[in-house]
């Protein structure tokens, strides 16, 4: 079964930095970033497709995902971090589907995620 495989994420201060990493054996039409802290529903952080990289206000400016197409992978570069950003980081992938009036990613495989702990 080919399953996405995350590594990175762990601890960091606020203010610092953490890279996270995925392999999506399928290099599926979108592949990206949720996030779900404790007690919270789970939210959009990032997520790349041939429409560009969509990033949710909270991490604009601070996050970069990089899509390597030929590895299969996706890196998101997390920088300026915060307290508020720890929680479970999520590698999603799924396919790009018509809405009917534009483009968008059905999410359809998760990773078992990588926890983010940022200190204040």
């Known amino acids: 079964q080919e399953q996405l495989m995350e590594s990175g994420g762990g601890s960091a201060q606020t203010g610092g930095s953490l890279t996270l990493s995925c392999v999506d054996p399928?290099?599926?039409?979108?592949l990206g970033w949720f996030r779900q802290a404790s007690g919270m529903e789970r939210e959009a952080v990032a997520y790349?497709?041939?429409?560009?990289?969509t990033y949710t206000d909270p991490v604009k400016g601070r996050f970069t995902l990089v899509r390597d197409i030929p590895k299969k992978a996706a890196y998101l570069q997390m920088n300026s971090l915060k307290p508020e950003d720890s929680a479970m980081y999520l590698c999603?992938?799924?396919?790009?589907?018509?809405?009917?009036?534009?483009?968008?990613?059905?999410?359809?495989?998760w990773g078992q995620g990588t926890q983010v702990s940022v200190s204040s």
């Open positions: 399928r290099n599926s039409d979108c």
């Open positions: 790349n497709s041939i429409d560009g990289t």
């Open positions: 999603v992938s799924g396919h790009r589907k018509w809405g009917g009036w534009a483009y968008f990613c059905s999410w359809e495989h």
